[in-house]
C-alpha cells in the first residue's frame, strides 16, 4: 500500500509536491480551502482548516499530515496529535513559525545571531526603543504576517498606534514586535531538511532579491558565498532546525550585514518560494526533500547539479489574456528556461509562477530567465 501524506493547504507549493509525490508513488492528498485553488489536481477535500473536526476527518486516513502553510490553530494540532496522528512539523515547532514574539525569544535562547528586538504594548515603549535605535525601526505584527504584510518602517512611537488599538480591542493582550532596523547588503536564505529521526541536510545558501516586500529573484548558490559565510549559514539553518525540533523543509531567512555578520529575519517550516530554484537546479528538490522528511525516508542529495541556478518569480501576470497564452512565445525564445505556474488567474502582485534557468555562467543565466519570465507580464 502506497504511503499517504495529507497536506493541509491548497496552495501552490502543495501543487509542487505532487509531482514529487507522483514519482516516489506516494499518495498526496489535499485539504484545500475552496474548490479550484492551484493543488486542486489533488484535493480530496475541501474545507476550512481551522476547524478541528474537518481536519481531524481528512486526516484520518493518511500516514502523516504536513502544511502548505502555518497558519493552522495550535487547537486544532493538538486535536490531531491527540488522536494519534503524525503531524509534521509539529504543533511544539510550529508555534515558533506562528508567533514572532516566541520565535525571537527561542532564538535567543539558541545563541543565534539577530537583530536586537523588543516585544511593546503601546506607544512610549516603542519610543523608547526607538530612541535607543538611531530613531528608526521595524514594527511587525507577531502572527500572520507574510510577502511584506504586517511589517512598518516607523521613526515615531505613534506610527503603530492602530496596530497598538488593534491588539486593545480583541482583549485578549498580546504585544507587537520592534526590531532595529538593519543595516545590510543583502538578503540570504538558508534551507535545511530535518527528519523526524534526527537526520538533517543543509541546500546551499542563495541570496534573494525582494521587490516591495516580496521574493521576486533568487540566485543559487549565492554568489561569493564559498568558505566560512556558507559554514556560518548552514550552522545557523541546522542549529534552528534541531533546537525548534523541526520536520521536514525549514528556511532561514538571513540579513548579510555591512559589517559582514548574518543575523536571523524570518522563519519557514516547509517549502520556501526561496528553495523554488531547487525543482531544476538541484538533485533533489525541496519538495521530494520535504515528503522524505516528513516520511521519515532517507534524506536525498541537495547538491546543486549546474554552477548556478537563477528563479524569477511571475508577479501579477498579463493584463489580457492567460498566463497559457504566453508559453508559445516564451518557450521559442528561451527553450532552456523551465517555467512553472501556479493555476492561479492573473491579479497585481500575486505570485502566479516562476521560471527558473541552470547555466554555468551566471550573467547568461540570469539574462535568460529574467527574459522568459518578462514574457508572462505586461
Known sequence: MALRVGVVGGGQLAR?????AVELGVDLRVLA?????????????VGDYRDAETVLAFARDVDVVTFDHEHV??????????????????????????????????LQELGMPQPDWAAVTDAEQLQAFLDDHRGRAVVKTPRGG?????????????????????LAEDARGGALLVEELVDFTRELAQ??????????????????????GVCAEVIAPAPHSGGRLEDVAARIGITIAEGLEVTGMLAVELFETTDERLLVNELAM??????????????????????????????????PVSEWAVMVNVLGGPTNGS???????????????????????????????????????LDDVAYEARAAASFFDD
Open 191 to 212: 534551507q535545511v531538511a530535518r527528519r523526524p529521526s534526527g537526520a538533517v541536510r543543509a541546500y546551499p545558501v542563495v541570496e534573494t532579491v525582494q521587490r516591495d
Open 323 to 361: 498566463l497559457d497564452d504566453r508559453f508559445d512565445a516564451a518557450m521559442t525564445e528561451h527553450p532552456g528556461a523551465k517555467i512553472h505556474t501556479y493555476g492561479k488567474a492573473p491579479r497585481p502582485g500575486r505570485k502566479v509562477g516562476h521560471v527558473n534557468v541552470v547555466g554555468g555562467n
Open 146 to 166: 507574510y510577502d511584506g504584510k504586517g511589517v512598518r518602517v516607523v521613526s515615531t512611537g505613534t506610527e503603530a498606534d492602530d496596530w497598538f488599538a488593534t
Open 73 to 106: 490553530p495550535q487547537s486544532v494540532l493538538a486535536t490531531l496529535v491527540d488522536a494519534g496522528i503524525a503531524v509534521h512539523p509539529g504543533p511544539h515547532a510550529l508555534r515558533f513559525a506562528q508567533d514572532k514574539l516566541v520565535m525571537r525569544a527561542r
Open 270 to 303: 516547509r517549502p520556501h518560494n526561496s528553495g523554488h530554484w531547487s525543482q531544476d537546479g538541484a538533485v533533489t528538490s525541496q519538495f521530494e526533500q520535504h515528503l522524505r522528511a516528513v516520511l521519515d525516508l532517507p534524506l536525498g542529495d541537495p547538491s
Open 33 to 45: 480551502e475552496e474548490d479550484g485553488m492551484s493543488a486542486s489536481l489533488a484535493a480530496t477535500a
Open 16 to 20: 509542487m509536491m505532487i509531482a514529487p
